[in-house]
């Protein structure tokens, strides 16, 4: 079964706005990731953030973590065209042998 | 540095015909393995996992099965495939557990059963 659940499932904004989506998980956790997936193609890493830590940040994106929510948010600031792609989280779940779970995903758009 | 292999990217197959995917990795040793697969515009379903040659665990009941006859060779398998096997498969590979290391992808292969 799903581990993540992202919200929301599809997003369009104008370039140059600023992105937000977010996950929810069940379990608990030693790290929750975010990948990034063109059309029909593989999955590329963003940025883990690991069960203790509370934010991260990496070139335009930021990443949040509250576990005793069960939730993290991506953020992509100054949204350009080439970030239009399908967003997935993921977690490494301590209670199912650490194998790498995955959200559904949000298809983010955006517009010229 | 590490590189991982998955072919063919692309692949139609007839109903009841027998399925070999293929993934290796390179530049790393005793990698987690995965096998997901992804419905058109869904999310990730894992569909098998492995610690080491010859361990594999099912996630999900179905027509498919895995095997890792090496350590850095991911295999996944149908004796007879159905119209609802079809969809896009990846490999992934992710360091040993608790070393909270990232899953690297395959570029995927696209199968269409007809």
């Known amino acids: 079964s799903q581990q993540g659940e992202e919200d929301p499932q599809a997003l369009s904004i104008q370039e140059g706005e600023n992105a937000t989506m977010n996950c929810s998980y069940k379990?608990?956790?030693?790290?929750l990731q975010w990948y990034r997936q063109n059309s029909g193609r593989g999955l590329v890493h963003l940025i883990l953030i690991r069960s203790n830590e509370r934010e991260k940040h990496s070139g335009r994106l930021r990443v949040t973590l509250d576990t005793s929510k069960k939730s993290s948010s991506l953020l992509i600031t100054a949204s350009r065209a080439a970030d239009t792609a399908s967003y997935f989280c993921?977690?490494?779940?301590?209670?199912?042998?650490?194998?790498?779970?995955f959200g559904k995903g949000t298809r983010l758009h955006i517009l010229p | 540095s590490q590189t991982i292999h998955q072919w063919p990217a692309t692949l139609v197959q007839p109903v009841g015909s027998p399925l070999s995917l293929e993934c290796t990795v390179e530049?790393?040793?005793?990698?987690?393995l995965y096998w997901y697969r992804q419905a058109a515009g869904r999310g990730l379903q894992l569909l098998f996992y492995?610690?080491?040659?010859?361990?594999i665990s099912s996630e999900v009941p179905q027509n498919l099965s895995a095997s890792r006859p090496q350590d850095r060779q991911f295999i996944l398998s149908s004796k007879k495939l159905l119209l609802s096997d079809s969809g896009f498969y990846l490999c992934?590979?992710?360091?040993?557990?608790?070393?909270?290391?990232?899953?690297?992808f395959g570029q995927g292969t696209r199968l269409t059963v007809v």
């Open positions: 530049g790393t040793s005793n990698p987690n």
């Open positions: 492995s610690v080491g040659i010859g361990q």
């Open positions: 992934a590979w992710s360091g040993r557990p608790n070393s909270n290391t990232e899953a690297f």
């Open positions: 993921a977690t490494d779940a301590r209670n199912r042998d650490d194998k790498i779970i």
């Open positions: 379990t608990s956790i030693n790290n």
